[in-house]
């Protein structure tokens, strides 16, 4: 979970941009067109609200039904015009490319997930839910770059209630967890096999709201089993490669290996930050000396 940089356009040009594909000649459209105007001010101030209480953490407090009314055809700016690849959407569609690659003008940037950190970004997630809060469709605010898998497990979900907290989804634009280490590592060798599994360090000296958050998000996202499957898919098979090769770490000291291994995970935490899966995993490695004899010969 990493924040990263909101929106540099507003609801202003969104909203705006997206009734203006609104096809006027035809009677019924054209009502749907001036039902839609007269909600201008409220949409944005609505946007207003919403930003305020993101910043609060009070998301919750939002009123989802303010716009219950006019719902379907809200949603349908976003679903129609806003994401739709067709060339005669292209004007509005260059919004929906800069979400995905966060602001940046070149639509082929490749950018990693906010959520797991791991897969590049290839849909545009509904912080609250368009279906909920349809007020929110197609604001920039509100729509978070994300990967197939966040996107596809976090679904509707918007809430809920942990102890005395209600707890929302770790928001990218709004969260900063700045250097809070959470995420680790746990490594075991059973049967040759190398496994690795994640988990939020729930021990960590902050405000429990903060570790409720990063909980729900981690687990709701199903990033536990997620990041255990990216590590055995690449990085673990190339580990017992690695141990058992005598161009490698064969002939190496443990107090060798550790180095070469807490070496690794300081490269990670530079290109990937420091809660992303690899580094969490070679920080775990370069703490287990117990393991290395064994992997040498496994």
């Not at 507003?10 to 705006?16: C, F, K, S, V």
């Not at 000296?205 to 729900?216: G, L, M, S, T, W």
Request: net charge negative.
């Amino acid at each position: 979970m990493k924040k990263i940089n909101l929106p540099n356009f507003t609801i202003n040009e969104t909203y705006q941009l997206s009734l203006q594909y609104i096809d006027q000649s035809k009677p019924h459209r054209k009502i749907i067109f001036d039902n839609l105007t007269a909600l201008t001010d409220e949409i944005f101030s609505y946007s207003d609200e919403y930003e305020e209480k993101a910043y609060q953490g009070k998301l919750h407090e939002l009123d989802k039904d303010k716009f219950e009314d006019h719902s379907e055809d809200l949603v349908k700016l976003y679903t129609s015009y806003f994401s739709n690849n067709k060339p005669q959407y292209s004007t509005i569609r260059k919004f929906y490319d800069l979400i995905l690659t966060n602001g940046n003008e070149d639509k082929n940037k490749i950018i990693k997930c906010p959520y797991c950190l791991s897969t590049i970004c290839s849909h545009v997630d509904h912080f609250l839910p368009e279906s909920v809060y349809s007020g929110l469709a197609v604001n920039p605010k509100n729509l978070i770059p994300s990967c197939h898998n966040c996107n596809t497990k976090k679904k509707a979900k918007i809430f809920k209630i942990i102890g005395q907290h209600q707890v929302s989804f770790f928001h990218p634009y709004y969260d900063d967890l700045g250097d809070i280490l959470w995420l680790k590592a746990n490594v075991t060798l059973e049967q040759n096999l190398l496994s690795v599994s994640f988990f939020v360090d729930s021990s960590l000296d902050v405000a429990k709201e903060i570790i409720h958050k990063i909980n729900y998000t981690f687990d709701e996202l199903g990033m536990a089993s997620y990041l255990s499957n990216k590590a055995a898919e690449t990085e673990l098979t190339t580990l017992m490669a690695k141990f058992r090769s005598k161009d490698f770490w064969l002939e190496l000291s443990n107090e060798e290996i550790t180095t070469t291994l807490d070496s690794d995970r300081k490269l990670f935490i530079l290109t990937h930050g420091k809660n992303h899966w690899l580094t969490a995993l070679y920080d775990e490695l370069s703490k287990r000396s117990d393991l290395y004899d064994v992997l040498k010969i496994s």
